[in-house]
C-alpha cells in the first residue's frame, strides 16, 4: 500500500539536544510538508520541499531545519533553539504543490 | 492573505441527527478548498475537495459541501450523525496563486451522543 510513514511514533528530547523525525513516502509526490499541531491552534506550516534539494520556509520555520536528498524522504530537526518544542508534528505530501495533501500519522515530540 | 474560520470549536449532536459543521474563507484569488478529519493521534484524511465546477460536493462517509462564494462558505454536512464521525474536522484553502500555500482553520471537534 502506498503512504506515509512517520517514525517515531512518540519521542522525547531532553534539553539542548537536537531530535530527527523521519518521514518517509512511497507515493511517488514531488511536494513534501511539515505540520506543527498544537491543541486550538490548527496545523501550521515548518517547511515544505517541491523537489529534491530544495526547500523553503514556512511560518514558523525557527528553531527546525530539514533536508531533501531523496525524493522519498523529507526529515524534520528540531534543534535545540526550539525552545517550545512539545507539539505533535504532521509529514504530508502531494503529487504537485496544488494538489490535496496526504498525512502521515504523526510523531507527538514531549520534554524530559 | 488567505484565512479560514471555523466557527465553533466544538459542536454537539446526537446520533442520527444531522452535522453541520460551518467554514468561511477569505482568499484574494479562486481557491481550491479541503475538507480534513483527524481521529485521535493520527493524521488527516481528506473527507472532500472543491477545485472548479459543480459546487456541491460529495466526499468519503456521506459527507458533502457547498461552496457559495457570495457568502465565502464552504460548510460540512451529513444528513445523519453517526457514533463513528465523532473526531476532529479541519477547513483548508488553497491560495491558488504563486504561493500555493494552504491554510488551515483551527478545527471543529464533533461530540456524537446516543
Known amino acids: 500500500d502506498g503512504g506515509i510513514t512517520q517514525s517515531p511514533k512518540y519521542l522525547f528530547r531532553k534539553e539542548g539536544q537536537n531530535v530527527t523525525l523521519s518521514c518517509e513516502q512511497n507515493?511517488?509526490?514531488?511536494?513534501m510538508y511539515w505540520y506543527r499541531q498544537d491543541p486550538g491552534q490548527g496545523l501550521r506550516l515548518i517547511y515544505y520541499?517541491?523537489?529534491?534539494?530544495?526547500?523553503q520556509k514556512g511560518d514558523i520555520a525557527e528553531g527546525y531545519s530539514v533536508s531533501r536528498e531523496k525524493k522519498e524522504s523529507f526529515p524534520l530537526t528540531v534543534t535545540s533553539a526550539q525552545k517550545n518544542p512539545t507539539a505533535f508534528y504532521l509529514c504530508?505530501?502531494?503529487?504537485?504543490?496544488?494538489?490535496?495533501?496526504?498525512f502521515g500519522d504523526g510523531t507527538r515530540l514531549s520534554i524530559l | 492573505a488567505q484565512s479560514v474560520t471555523q466557527l465553533g470549536s466544538h459542536v454537539s449532536v446526537s446520533e442520527g441527527a444531522l452535522v453541520l459543521l460551518r467554514c468561511n474563507y477569505s482568499?484574494?484569488?479562486?481557491?481550491?478548498l479541503f475538507w480534513y478529519v483527524q481521529y485521535p493521534n493520527q493524521g488527516l484524511q481528506l473527507l472532500l475537495k472543491?477545485?472548479?465546477?459543480?459546487?456541491l460536493v460529495k466526499g468519503i462517509n456521506g459527507f458533502e459541501a457547498e461552496f457559495k462564494k457570495s457568502e465565502t462558505s464552504f460548510h460540512l454536512t451529513k444528513p445523519s450523525a453517526h457514533m463513528s464521525d465523532a473526531a476532529e474536522y479541519f477547513c483548508?484553502?488553497?491560495?491558488?496563486?504563486?504561493?500555493?500555500?494552504?491554510?488551515f482553520g483551527t478545527g471543529t471537534r464533533l461530540q456524537v451522543t446516543l
Open positions: 504530508a505530501s502531494s503529487i504537485q504543490r496544488n494538489q490535496p495533501q496526504h
Open positions: 507515493l511517488n509526490h514531488d511536494a
Open positions: 520541499s517541491q523537489i529534491v534539494n530544495d526547500f
Open positions: 482568499s484574494s484569488v479562486p481557491p481550491y
Open positions: 472543491y477545485t472548479t465546477g459543480a459546487t
Open positions: 483548508a484553502v488553497l491560495n491558488t496563486g504563486t504561493a500555493s500555500k494552504l491554510t
